[in-house]
């Protein structure tokens, strides 16, 4: 069982490493935060916005290098991800 | 793929330079698009720096911009690895990690990553190719005993299992239909990594995370059934740390006045 192969389509997943490990950190003050929601706001569902089959509202926005992206400028030859996530400095 | 937050260009620049990142990180600095989406996260209180922060998740769509999938999670720590999201939608795989022949079968396992951090949703897979005209049964069998994959790390929790659909299959013989897998099967399972302080007491000698468990079934072929087997797997990973650096302050979130 030592002979570890490491293949190469793990290319998506160790692009999005390091926003990963952005998401999974300071988990102490998310547990608290998230404690104290809890007591208020207990059993407040999710939202998860446009429906599966639904278009994409349409938008734009600025990436990091100041580009003004939208959905056609985003997607590829095979559609796109779009992945919302809490922020990159927290 | 583009990743959208709240933050703003200089953020983002700063992020993507600090962690190489080439992928779209898109700015939406006043939540306009997360409000679009109606995925604004109503927790937060207005004066609090994190508002506008979405609901975390991700929509797969196609070249029409028509929503394929989505994945939120209740749990925002907890999200779907990426490449589980491939696998789930394309049939993609992690890295190998290991290739086992063991009895009426081969097993291959794979992961969504070779590094993993505290508190990191991973996806483990087991890839099974059984050998012709064997046979293992399904969960839920009666009588025999079902193919099962069972992880025992101290230092993490485990999601259940996703076993596929199994086909049935009539034995004539003995006049029985049962669930059985042929061929090949993949089955999942994803794992949270425990914290730091849980993990690093754990690690080898190499600074590794290593999962173990094992797999058990009875194989069977149209003549006869073999003796159970149980088949240890395993999984190592490197460890890193949280990565706790962040953007120089000047350029950091601030609480709306």
Redesign the interface.
């Known amino acids: ?7 190469t ?2 290319h ?16 102490l003050p ?1 547990l608290i ?1 998230f404690s104290a ?1 809890a007591v208020t ?1 207990a059993q ?1 569902a ?12 349409a ?1 734009e ?6 580009r003004v ?1 939208n ?1 056609q400028t ?17 | 793929m583009a990743a959208i937050s709240y933050d703003s260009v200089a953020e983002l620049k700063n992020f993507a330079d600090r962690k190489h990142i080439t992928y779209l990180l898109c700015s939406d600095s006043d939540s306009k698009i997360i409000r679009t989406f109606g995925i604004l996260n109503e927790t937060i209180p207005a004066d609090s720096m994190a508002y506008g922060i979405p609901y975390p998740g991700t929509y797969l769509v196609d070249t029409n911009g028509k929503v394929v999938a989505k994945f939120f999670e209740d749990d925002l720590k907890e999200r779907t690895p990426p490449m589980e999201i491939l696998e789930r939608v394309g049939g993609a795989r992690g890295s190998t990690q290991a290739t086992v022949e063991a009895k009426q079968l081969r097993l291959s396992s794979s992961a969504s990553t070779n590094v993993v951090h505290p508190n990191q949703r991973v996806a483990l897979f087991l890839d099974i190719d059984l050998m012709p005209k064997m046979h293992v049964y399904a969960q839920g069998v009666q009588g025999y005993i079902p193919i099962q994959w069972h992880m025992t790390e101290t230092a993490a929790r485990f999601y259940p299992v996703r076993y596929p659909a199994p086909e049935m299959l009539r034995l004539e013989v003995i006049k029985e239909t049962v669930p059985v897998y042929r061929g090949h099967i993949r089955l999942g399972e994803d794992v949270v990594i425990g914290t730091e302080a849980q993990v690093k007491p754990r690690l080898n000698d190499h600074g590794e995370m290593v999962l173990e468990g094992s797999l058990h079934y009875q194989a069977c072929d149209d003549r006869k059934c073999y003796i159970p087997e149980t088949v240890p797997v395993k999984w190592t990973f490197k460890f890193e740390p949280l990565d706790l650096e962040r953007v120089p302050a000047e350029i950091r979130h601030k609480p709306k006045p």
């Open positions: 069982m030592s002979n570890v192969i490491y293949a389509e793990a998506v997943e160790r692009q999005a490493g390091p926003l990963l490990t952005r998401l999974s950190a300071r988990l998310v935060f929601c706001s407040q999710i939202k998860t916005g446009p429906e599966v089959g639904s278009t994409l509202p938008f926005a600025p990436d990091q290098n100041g992206q959905l985003i997607l590829g030859p095979k559609g796109a991800l779009l992945v919302f996530y809490r922020s990159a400095d927290w």
